[in-house]
């Protein structure tokens, strides 16, 4: 069973950076995984932010492309998201997840497939921005 433990967060001004970490375990050697970042708002629904598929290729949504990167270590099974030109409006609880397919891919921010096999999520890490 994968275990995924967020750290990074923090409170940071408009502008700043701040760089999240996904540190994930119980991978099984016989099942790919799409891992991706969501974040949810007080008062509003989960959104998924930035996805990584199996093969690499990233996604990201519309509200944070060409400020957010996502990146991952495979030795380290660590996931990154490196969130940079910060908007009040990136305040939330920001979530790691991992998801094992039959097939995937990714689309607006998120991981998608058929035969989900498996799916883990982290406790989460906030994010506040301040004007």
């Known amino acids: 069973q994968v275990q995924l433990v967020e750290s990074g967060g923090g409170s940071v001004q408009a502008g700043g950076s701040l760089r999240l970490s996904c540190a994930a375990s119980g991978f099984r050697e016989d099942r790919v995984y799409c891992m991706g970042w969501f974040r949810q708002a007080p008062g509003k629904e989960r959104e998924g932010v930035a996805a990584i598929d199996s093969d690499g290729t990233t996604n990201y949504a519309d509200s944070v492309k060409g400020r957010f990167t996502i990146s991952q270590d495979n030795v380290e099974n660590i996931l990154y998201l490196q969130m940079n030109s910060l908007k009040p409006e990136d305040t939330a609880m920001y979530y790691c997840?991992?998801?094992?397919?039959?097939?995937?891919?990714?689309?607006?921010?998120?991981?998608?497939?058929?035969?989900?096999?498996?799916?883990?999520w982290g406790q989460g890490t906030q994010v506040t921005v301040s004007s």
């Open positions: 997840a991992a998801f094992s397919y039959a097939a995937s891919y990714v689309s607006g921010g998120r991981c998608y497939g058929v035969a989900e096999v498996e799916n883990a």
